[in-house]
Nanobody
Framework: VQLVESGGGLARTGGSLRLSCVAS????????WAWFRQAPGKEREFVAA????????HYADSVKDRFTISRDNGKNSVYLQLNSLKPEDTAVYYC??????????????????WGQGTEVTVSS
């Protein structure tokens, strides 16, 4: 299983970025997909997830109404659109999947497969 993120970079406060994650080695459409992030000196935290069953989305309160998660089963890809960026959004962003059927979960420990991360830096 391989997950490869891209799209990170430097943005200004109020700016936008779009992160992508391409997966291989598993049946993409069968699982929930999520984005997490980890800022320096902090624990990894849930950002957003999209359900495998009905495409419903779930967001952390800190990013609700600013970030949008989406998936394209035909391209084995999950995306995270980051709008209205703030300096506190600075972190390494990871895509992940539990790799098993189930309801959407937000704890990192529930996720078996992870990408290598893509860094997002937001300047003030």
């Amino acid at each position: 299983v391989q997950l490869v993120e891209s799209g990170g970079g430097l943005a200004r406060t109020g700016g936008s970025l779009r992160l992508s994650c391409v997966a291989s080695g598993l049946v993409f459409s069968s699982f929930t997909w999520a984005w997490f992030r980890q800022a320096p000196g902090k624990e990894r935290e849930f950002v957003a997830a999209v359900s495998w069953s009905d495409g419903s989305t779930h967001y952390a309160d800190s990013v609700k109404d600013r970030f949008t998660i989406s998936r394209d089963n035909g391209k084995n890809s999950v995306y995270l659109q980051l709008n209205s960026l703030k300096p506190e959004d600075t972190a390494v962003y990871y895509c992940a999947t539990p790799g098993a059927w189930g309801t959407v979960v937000t704890r990192a420990i529930e996720y078996k497969y992870w990408g290598q991360g893509t860094e997002v830096t937001v300047s003030s």
